[in-house]
């Protein structure tokens, strides 16, 4: 547990106004002081396999079903199926578990939800569904992600998504969804229509880029790669700004949160920066570090617009926790600002 101011004053927190150590190892939440210890402390929290037996976890656990997918109730199928409707239920579930129950492959219910989303690729090595017939760039990453971080990084499934993922990017170095660079509308009847190939002429989405890097950030090898270096300078080149595309175009979304990640926002984008190699020098990771350090309260947590976060308890700390994770990554690398 926490023991003292001169244990908060490391290199990050000074980085800050207030140390936000104190307000996450109170939490009454047992994995945010778990991951506080772990990832902030850099103390032997004891196995994680302990959070997996919480209520809150065999809550959405219990909800499995044989097949490996969580049911998506509701929806319409005229715009898609309930197959593509529960690709959608897993992932939801899936982010909370992996996220915030730091499940993995060990975990009876990670393989088979694995296996579902897996069952979802195509032979191109993208994941398909969710939009009909039509590629979908983040959403392949954003399943990426969380089964690399589950324990699926040197599965070749993962491989050939990658590979699928540098195939298509815009011959500006970033990635775009490929319908709308062809001016189409999301509908039910593009939706259906035969898959859309991208124009790799048309400049890179910032949405869609942030979601892809999660994966390569994810990744203990693809994270080195010269593509996702290059796609990250693109993306921290516009922070702050309008997409140039319809879809969460306003720039507004950049300071709208959800955790765990779901679109690109600030700090998403700066958690894969800092996991990408990029340091705190430059001058727009500087200027969203500081967009953090200058909102913090002063019980050293912070409280922002937030979105498509599950449940209300504590909400803010899971922010606080992310928000943290971000400056001590950025100044173990020894250049934060």
């Known amino acids: ?41 850099g103390q032997k929290a004891g196995s994680v396999e ?3 037996r919480l209520g809150e976890a065999r809550k959405i656990t219990d909800h499995q079903l044989a097949s490996g997918c969580w049911r998506y109730h509701g929806g319409r199928p005229q715009i898609r199926s309930q197959q593509d409707y529960d690709q959608l239920e897993t992932f939801r579930a899936l982010r909370n578990l992996v996220e915030k129950y730091g499940m993995n492959r060990e975990n009876p219910a990670i393989p088979g939800a694995a296996e579902f989303l897996f069952s979802c690729q195509t032979d191109e090595g993208d994941f398909r569904g969710i939009c009909g017939n039509q590629y979908v760039p983040y959403y392949s990453a954003a399943f990426m992600e969380l089964l690399i971080k589950a324990g699926f990084s040197d599965d070749p499934r993962i491989a050939k998504g990658f ?16 319908l709308r660079t ?95 190699g990029f340091d705190g020098e430059g001058p727009q990771v500087g200027k969203g570090l500081g967009w953090f350090a200058s909102r913090q309260r002063r ?22 926790l992310a928000i943290s994770r971000v400056f001590k990554r950025f100044a173990d690398r020894g250049k934060a600002p």
């Open 1 to 41: 547990m926490f023991e003292g101011k001169g244990m908060a004053e490391t290199r990050w927190t000074r980085q800050l106004r207030f140390s936000p150590l104190p307000v996450l190892l109170s939490a009454k939440s047992e994995p945010l002081r778990y991951f506080c210890q772990r990832d902030l402390l």
């Open 182 to 276: 062809a001016g189409k509308k999301l509908s039910t009847e593009t939706f259906r229509a035969s898959t859309i190939y991208p124009d790799k002429s048309q400049p890179f989405s910032h949405l869609v880029t942030g979601v892809v890097l999660r994966a390569f950030a994810a990744h203990p090898v693809y994270r080195r790669a010269a593509e996702a270096r290059l796609a990250g300078r693109l993306l921290e080149s516009r922070f702050f700004e309008q997409d140039r595309y319809p879809d969460r175009r306003s720039s507004s979304f950049w300071t709208s949160f959800s955790y765990p990640f779901w679109f690109t926002d600030l700090l998403s984008a700066l958690d894969s920066l800092s996991k990408l």
């Open 50 to 52: 302990r959070l997996w």
């Open 299 to 320: 019980d050293g947590g912070w409280k922002l617009s937030l979105r498509l976060i599950e449940g209300e308890e504590e909400r803010d700390l899971w922010m606080t």
């Open 163 to 178: 590979r699928w993922l540098l195939s298509i990017r815009q011959l500006d170095g970033g990635w775009a969804f490929p």
